[in-house]
């Protein structure tokens, strides 16, 4: 009998309260009912007790046995009769049917209502989302690592073994010891000098280096940031802008990490603006030696990492001066300690202390007082003082002498957002794979469904996800350009690498704090390494160039290329140039184009193409316009520039959002599969749209859409969610990330 009463336990108890007057009137109908033996009344009384309400397991159970019931028997159509066939028609219940209606009106049920939330709950399509496999993971994961494969999976298999262990970050001393045992664990596997030179004990392959950050990446970005610093930006300095002589001296012993050391650019009073730096280096022609010093306290080197502990030499970047003439920012070779970690006579060393990520690493500051070092350690690749103590150089233009030597260290720009991007695809995974195990809500009188099946969710985490593989392939073909790069291309590659290190950095901060919050709780837990990944991330935003700053050299080059091709900026020519390209003419503003909401269109990519290659040229030549105009008013330049630099900011975004989209398709259409080839599309798709949607406000005040179309896009958007969730936790694992480094949750709750 206590059976038939299953139901409206269920519903009373199906948000978690059962309040005082259901309490009350359950407990009147049980204790009053004649027909209720005094056992089935103490069983039924103790279902509705508060203080023991009936646990998750009971209530599925519950549940499980209403569902076989209406599966078995169709034609049920009442709550009654549902109950009653529960009972096994049992005929004391059936006589129950007057008071049974009377109760189901005093609960506030309809009867009707809920037999139907019944049947419902197991087949909505929200409960019906499942996690699936339409695809080759491996033959996704194998476009995604192209020729780098081999290395990647040797940086992956070597993270797994304990010495990776994840270290404790509270203890910042004993956390550094530890990135630097990682560090010689790396160089001893012969990955710290793999883009050195073969005859210097390296690999001879840049691009092998790249991956390396890449997969290192996965794991603690202190030992990332720790690595690069190391045989990145200390290492690479030596070998771009030293010679023969520095490479056979220090080469070997960098890779090795015999000898550890720093790069000493950035100064408290100066970071971006390299060309403002103050520290100086007077050539001393009686002992043929350079004289390093710090003029004041705000010329003090600041960040520099490996310098608080562990660097025994540091790439210092100092005003050459000669006879009190000063020849422009140059770089020298300074020790700062002795192999047994003193500190040097001459150099003072502050320690940077705990940070808000990154403790892993030792960022100190530097000064030097009037420490002296011999005439070879000036890195002479590009400039040089000769026997005589005169300045030489191959490169007679100051202004372009300064950018070659900053153009060779561009690799940093290009490893700083590969290094976010697999911070970004682990913080996806982690959320995505959470919010696929994570049930919360459902239907009344269903169970809980994955959160992760609820089209907010997917709104929050998708387009993200869209981002990681758009900016992969166009990360790659920047890696591409850049290893076969000329002079004749030099300032594009610079400018573009500077460009998508700021535009992935600023998504990967948004896509970190989108995730943490997608994971509600446990997503502020430090064993889910969210937390460790926002934090560790947030400074890419600002080392190896201020984003905001980077923007505007993107931007200058672009204005750069405007003037190329047009010689001057007269108006007819900027207007020519917005219409050039019979993809973005003045047809494709027409009503019908821009009112057009069909499927088919809004996902067609050359639709895509067109939007993005409009806004650029619109938004270039519309910055043209208004800083010619303010020159023309009488403006100085520099103040120009200063009015539209909000307005430069999206001339290098939609610059960079066009080359990302461009490589994209030119990646997918080399895809064979055709199963990954969808899944790719897809990703494709909600970039761009979601881009467009992101802009709407720009694309609505041109014309360039009408209202009706931007709401399409919108439930395009929402339409494309949907059908990449089945497949989001496939597309994750196509990144080839390791369980070990996914955070706890995500290992416990498979």
Known sequence: MEKAFL?????????????????????????????????????????????????????????????????????????????????????????????????????????????????????TQTSNLETLNSFDVKALQSILEGDTAGIEKQVRDLLQRPEFKYANTQETDSFREKVLDWCRILANEKLGSMAFPKEFGGGGNMKAYFAIMEALSYHDLSLVIKFGVQFGLWGMSVYFLGTEKHHIKYLSKIGT???????????????????????????????????????????????????????????????????????????????LRDTSGNILDGIEIGDCGRKMGLNGVDNGTIRFHNVTIPKENMLDRFASVNNKGEFESPIPSDNRRFFTMLGTLVGGRIGIPKSALSAMKTGLTIAIKYSDNRRQFGPDGGSEVPILNYRIHQRRLFPHLANSYAFHFSLRYLTDRFMQRSEADAQEIEALAAGMKAYVTWNVRDSLQECREAMGGKGYLSENRIGDLKNDTEIYTTFEGDNTVLMQLVAKNRLAEFRKEFGKLDIGGMITYVFDSAKTALSEKNPYTSRRTDDEHLKDPEF?????????????????????????????????????????????KSYLERVILEQ?????????????RQQLVRQQQLFALNLLDKNKSWFLETGYFEPPKSKAIRKAINQLCWEIRTDAVALTNAFGIPDSLLGATVLTEK
């Open 7 to 123: 139901p409206l336990l269920y519903l009373v108890w199906s948000d978690d309260l059962l309040s005082q007057k259901e309490v009350s009137i359950l407990n009147t109908f049980f204790t009053e009912n004649t027909i209720l033996t005094d056992s089935e009344k103490k069983n039924l009384l103790s279902f509705i007790a508060v203080s023991n309400p009936p646990t998750r397991e009971t209530l599925a159970f519950w549940k499980t046995e209403i569902f076989d019931e209406l599966t078995q028997s169709p034609q049920i159509r009442s709550l009654f009769g549902l109950s009653l066939q529960l009972s096994g028609n049992d005929a004391r219940f059936e006589n129950l049917k007057p008071e049974f209606l009377e109760l189901e009106n005093q609960l506030g049920i309809l009867g009707e209502e809920a037999l139907l939330t019944f049947r419902s709950a197991a087949n």
């Open 608 to 652: 895509h193409l067109a939007a993005f290659r409009y806004r650029e040229k619109n938004l270039l030549s519309s910055a043209a316009m208004r800083i010619k105009k303010l020159v023309d008013g009488g403006m100085d330049a520099y103040d120009a520039f200063n009015v539209v630099q909000h307005h430069m900011i999206d001339v290098a």
């Open 664 to 676: 994209f398709l030119s990646k997918i259409e080399t895809v064979s599969d055709a199963s990954v």
């Open 257 to 335: 990490l015999e000898l550890p050391g720093c790069f000493a650019m950035t100064e408290t009073g100066h970071g971006s603006n390299v060309k403002g730096l103050e520290t100086t280096a007077t050539y001393d022609h009686k002992n043929q030696s350079f004289v390093i010093n710090t003029p004041h306290p705000k010329a003090k080197k600041e960040y520099i990492g490996n310098a608080a502990v562990h660097g025994q030499m540091a790439t210092v970047f100092a005003k050459l001066i000669i006879d009190g003439k000063d020849y422009g920012v140059n770089t020298f070779v300074v020790p």
